[in-house]
Structure formats: structure tokens, C-alpha cells
């Protein structure tokens, strides 16, 4: 897609070094996945300066749809690192705990792992 190769290729943020401070600051919700994809390079490829304990996880795209508590449901794209031990989770309609930037809901979403997948 135009979304991956924007990630691919830099020109598109993945919000892979501020996920950390959108948990920790952001609106807290739930989100659906509609589709998931790899995108081929790791934290590491993408943001060499990360969490040396994440430099291996793959970077996936996602497309979900956001849950918060007094507003519609909406859509959101990002790019987001995948922990290995939750590659097998990662699939349609499976729903994660999620934090999101209120000024760019649409593409500035974190997931959750400690709390995902949602059961």
C-alpha cells in the first residue's frame, strides 16, 4: 500500500520512540483490528535508538477501529512494533488496549502489550 511504503521509505512517522509517552499521557480505549501487516523491518531498522529490548520486534501496519468512552467508534492507521510473543495474537478482530493522541486520533495510536490482547 501507499501507507507502507511512506513507513517504508521514513516519510511516514510510526510513532515507534514516543509509544512509551502516548501510554502514558494519551486517552485510553480499545481498539479492534480491521487489518494487520508486517512491514518488514524491525524497531531496530526503523528507530536504531530504542529500547535495546525492542531493536528485534517486527514493525507492523495496522488499520483498527478505536473505542472511547463518550465518542463514536473511528478509524485509525499506524505503524507499531509487534513483541514477538504476541505475533500470534495479532490477527482480525482481535481487540487491544490502546492509548491515543486526541490531536491526531486517526494516525497516533500506542498499543498496549502488557494488556493486549483484550479477551
Not at 54 to 60: A, I, K, Q, R, Y
Request: charged share 15%; glycine share 8%.
Amino acid at each position: 500500500t501507499a501507507f507502507a511504503g511512506a513507513v517504508r521509505s521514513g516519510s511516514m512517522p510510526t510513532h515507534a520512540g514516543s509509544a512509551a509517552q502516548l501510554l502514558a499521557t494519551g486517552t485510553h480505549g480499545t481498539a479492534t483490528i480491521t487489518t494487520a501487516m508486517p512491514l518488514g523491518k524491525t524497531v531496530g531498522q526503523v528507530n536504531p535508538v530504542a529500547d535495546p529490548a525492542t531493536l528485534n520486534d517486527p514493525v507492523w501496519i495496522f488499520t483498527v477501529e478505536v473505542e472511547l468512552a463518550g465518542e463514536a467508534p473511528f478509524p485509525a492507521v499506524f505503524g507499531h512494533r509487534v513483541p514477538i510473543d504476541k505475533l500470534a495474537v495479532v490477527a482480525p478482530g482481535v481487540k487491544l488496549a490502546v492509548a491515543v493522541n486526541p490531536a491526531d486520533k486517526n494516525q497516533e495510536v500506542a498499543i498496549d502489550w502488557t494488556r493486549s490482547p483484550i479477551a
